[in-house]
Nanobody, 122 residues
């Protein structure tokens, strides 16, 4: 089973930026789907966006063009660029791997990382 480790979280002021990384223990080009989720205090975990093995990327509506997902298969790492951060973006951000048949639309999540904390102050 693939292991995932997130990094890059921290504390920033509103309007700031962060880049999160998700390092995988296996060849990311072979992972059908990798995704970012977040969970704010007292709220349920929600999807932020995902990227499949064909390079197709999808985002949640609340991203509003502020976040960018990318993947470097040579480094077996997925990234989440966070721009124009708002206090409402404060959450633990986790990455996940799964999918089926080269798409995020099928299959299940097979692995989770432990998460990295992002705190945005006003």
């Amino acid at each position: 089973q693939v292991q995932l480790v997130e990094s890059g979280g921290g504390s920033v002021q509103a309007g700031g930026s962060l880049t999160l990384s998700c390092a995988a223990s296996t060849d990311t080009s072979s992972i059908d789907c990798m995704a970012w989720f977040r969970q704010a205090p007292g709220k349920i975990r929600v999807g932020v966006g995902n990227i499949d093995s064909n390079g197709r990327i999808a985002y949640a509506d609340f991203v509003k063009g502020r976040f960018t997902i990318s993947k470097d298969n040579a480094k077996n790492t997925m990234y989440l660029q966070l721009n124009s951060l708002e206090p409402e973006d404060t959450a633990t951000y986790s990455c996940a791997a799964g999918g089926y048949g080269g798409t995020c639309a099928r299959g299940t999540i097979d692995a989770w990382g432990r998460g990295t904390q992002v705190t945005v102050s006003s």
